[in-house]
């Protein structure tokens, strides 16, 4: 995707997936899963990403923005309003 820019301070969190593991005194405890897998990422903020020039396709968010979810080759929308747009330019 190349490098994304941000027009406004805002916030950018990951959250990693935990596991649960057994200690040496046999507690189980939860810890990051190794190798680290990311669980979800939450931006709270305005983006502008590098794109095709010649794209014609965009996924546009409402007002209060939304999250998208990785699936396969694709998105899927899991919080909030957005639109699938096509035209030459959002």
């Not at 990403?49 to 998105?75: H, Q, R, Y």
């Amino acid at each position: 995707m190349g490098s994304i820019k941000t027009e406004n301070p805002g916030l950018f969190n990951i959250s990693y997936k935990l596991e649960w593991v057994t200690d040496a005194f046999g507690n189980k405890v939860r810890t990051l899963k190794e190798p680290k897998e990311i669980d979800s990422v939450k931006f709270d903020i305005i983006l502008s990403v590098p794109n095709d020039l010649d794209a014609t396709e965009f996924i546009l968010s409402g007002p209060e923005g939304a999250m998208l979810e990785k699936v396969g080759g694709g998105f899927k929308l899991s919080e909030g309003v957005a639109s699938y747009v096509e035209e030459t330019s959002p």
